[in-house]
């Protein structure tokens, strides 16, 4: 075709900004890639808690401390039911050794150290102190007929993407199983006390956490033992908290291998995948995993997990302005999607959340509208995430312990 001399041919190439940091490097491995970090350090586990065991090696816990095995069940309803861990409080257990049985069996492992609320009072963001000065947070959102918590399920996080900010300062180590249930137990105890507006009944039962999503700090399946640990307690209806797996959310950047594990596990917990792009050039810089796993890999073990589970997947995909936004790239993500089949997964875009340092934006409103509506229109159905806690560094990507916070409460 061709152009008159005095008509400016106008760029139809779109503006494509490239992950970059500023304000913080990026930690790098001797090959110069954005380094992940999968081990842990082994030093900093807390002591072994009732919620770290299974049902069985509680009551062998207490033979070794020289208590009745049905001690357990006592216990058990005191933590999972009554969120305590205060022995004055647990007049049916014998007073002498009550001190040490509960020491034994429930340590504290939590500290508050800081607790932010939005004017509203229908979102509270907590931060933990370990028991070895380690910082974690988790965030409690009040919806219309739920309450969601937000969980860490590592101090830190190994897999350094340039746009969140828990990443950023790497992974401290993993946390136990019995310090990611404990985050439900504390808010539970919260709810109770009327922490988050008056507390109302559902039904028969005083309301309490109807919903978990491993999206706090971490990466949850390079945590995968203790993870299924947690999420055991958390299900189990007679020795935990008796909560719905199809309420549990775990949400990975895609290691590959352990979402299979995930698959083959007999709980159907909701899985998400943080996709972010779904072309390679992209996602290799934006997630620095999918130099392991490529973007192919990471949704057949998507579609995968959907084939085993019958449970509908869950696309995330954080909209950052000239960087993901664009229309082909919409297309092309609903392309991959149909062409493993129709009615196994749904994309939820996420306005980019700010986070310290970062020279991103969220895409604007009018390109957010136009990603979702060619997805839908391409027959995936697509809703963009409601954001909470923004005002008080509480939403997705935003969660780090900060230099003040370690300064003001860490080790
Ligand atoms: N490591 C896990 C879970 C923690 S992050 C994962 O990556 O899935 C939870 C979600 O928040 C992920 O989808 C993550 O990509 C997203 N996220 C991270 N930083 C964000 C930011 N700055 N804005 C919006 N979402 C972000």
Not at 351 to 358: A, D, K, M, Q
């Amino acid at each position: 075709m061709t152009t008159p001399e005095n008509t400016p041919v106008r760029s139809t190439t779109p503006r494509q900004v490239r992950p970059a940091t500023e304000g913080w490097s990026q930690k790098k491995d001797d090959a110069g890639r954005p380094l992940l970090q999968f081990a842990s350090p082994k030093k900093g586990m807390p002591p072994a808690h009732l919620a770290d065991m299974t049902p069985k090696e509680r009551a062998e816990k207490l033979s070794e401390l020289g208590f009745p095995a049905f001690r357990a069940k006592q216990l058990e309803k005191h933590y999972f039911t009554h969120y305590t861990s205060d022995p004055t409080t647990m007049t049916d257990l014998p007073a002498v050794g009550r001190e040490e049985l509960v020491g034994g069996m429930l340590p504290p492992l939590l500290t508050e150290v800081r607790r932010l609320e939005t004017d509203r009072g229908d979102t509270i963001k907590f931060l933990w102190k370990l028991h070895d000065g380690a910082l974690v947070e988790s965030v409690l959102m009040r919806y219309t007929g739920r309450i969601t918590l937000c969980v860490s399920s590592q101090a830190g996080c190994g897999m350094n993407c340039p746009f969140c900010a828990t990443g950023q300062a790497g992974l401290t180590r993993n946390m136990s199983a019995a310090e990611i249930v404990d985050q439900v137990v504390r808010a539970n105890r919260l709810i109770a006390e009327g922490g988050l507006g008056d507390p109302r009944r559902v039904g028969h039962e005083d309301e309490r956490v109807t919903n978990i999503v491993f999206m706090g700090m971490g990466e949850p399946l390079a945590n995968y033992k203790r993870l299924m640990q947690a999420i055991r307690t958390m299900v189990d209806k007679d020795h935990g908290l008796g909560m719905s797996a199809r309420g549990i959310t775990v949400s990975t950047v895609g290691l590959v291998p352990a979402i299979k594990k995930l698959s083959d596990e007999d709980i159907p917990v909701t899985f998400a995948l943080s996709l972010h792009a779904p072309d390679d050039v992209l996602r290799d810089e934006l997630i620095p995993v999918n130099s392991r796993w490529k973007v192919d890999e990471a949704l057949d073990a998507a579609r995968e997990y959907f084939d085993k589970t019958g449970r509908r997947v869950s696309i995330e995909y954080a909209l950052i302005k000239d960087m993901n936004d664009h229309g082909w790239r919409a297309d092309l993500l609903a392309d991959k999607l149909n062409e493993r089949g129709r009615g196994w997964v749904h994309v939820n875009p996420i306005p980019l959340n700010p986070t310290p340092g970062s020279i991103w934006t969220a895409s604007d409103v009018s390109v957010q509208n136009e990603f979702v509506r060619r997805l839908n229109d391409a027959g995936i159905p697509t809703t963009l995430r409601d954001t909470r806690g923004k005002e008080i560094d509480g939403a997705c990507g935003q969660l780090v312990a900060t230099e003040d916070d370690v300064a003001a409460y860490g080790a």
